[in-house]
């Protein structure tokens, strides 16, 4: 079975500073993992996704993320934090059947 | 339209009542998914619909849930004696075809609260 974790519920960062999303993932088999953000009051956004292409993916927005095999790891990274990305942040993966399976979200701040 | 629709945006509904959510997918988009975000919490998945296969409903929390999708096109799910905890919001995605790696198009949700 197919499972994500995300192991921080809130991370406060300055702008202007790196942001580091952390997301772990199991899987029987190859996946498909996904970053989405959810903005206040918005609908989800995807961000990026690794479908086993390159492993270091870039999204929208500066946002871009490694898929580690050997660490079950698919961590988002932004090299300077600006107030707009002041947000919600999924983690996905998806199972052989396509069912989007969502880790339980870290709420980024984002310090003037 | 060009993105996946949802109505009401807001529903507020008394203990007891059925209520009825909409979801109009993106034109030619085949597999349609139904999931609920209570405040505070990640996404919870209720239910699955991929063309003409039987639907994974293995996610809908009792039977007062159930859905449909008429026409593989727009969804309704329908919430039957509702109840306090039912109250979320209730998040409607398509993507074009099932697969593991194709992008989902969430819309923007129906906020439900039962009082």
């Known amino acids: 079975a197919q499972s994500v974790t995300q192991l921080d519920s809130h991370v406060s960062v300055s702008e202007g500073t790196p942001v580091l999303l952390r997301c772990n993932y199991s899987?029987?088999?190859?996946?498909?993992l996904f970053w989405y953000v959810q903005h206040p009051n918005k609908g989800l956004q995807l961000l990026l996704k690794y479908t086993s292409a390159a492993t270091l993916v870039k999204g929208i927005n500066g946002f871009e993320a490694e898929f580690k095999k050997s660490e079950t790891s698919f961590h988002l990274t932004k090299p300077s934090a600006h107030m707009s990305d002041a947000a919600e942040y999924f983690c996905v993966v998806t199972n052989q059947g396509g069912k989007l399976i969502f880790g339980q979200g870290t709420e980024l701040s984002v310090k003037p | 339209g060009a993105g996946v629709s949802q109505s009401p945006s807001n529903k507020v509904t008394e203990k007891g009542k059925d209520v009825e959510l909409r979801c109009d997918p993106i034109s030619g988009h085949t597999a349609l998914y139904w999931y609920r975000q209570s405040l505070g919490q990640g996404l919870e998945f209720l239910i699955y619909f991929q063309g003409n296969s039987a639907p994974d409903k293995s996610g809908l929390p009792s039977d007062r849930f159930s859905a449909e999708r008429t026409g593989g096109s727009v969804s309704t799910l329908t919430i039957q004696r509702t109840q306090q905890e039912d109250s979320a919001v209730y998040l409607c995605a398509s993507s074009l075809r099932r697969g593991s790696g194709l992008e989902a198009f969430f819309g923007q949700g129906t906020r439900l609260t039962v009082v």
């Open positions: 899987s029987s088999y190859s996946p498909s």
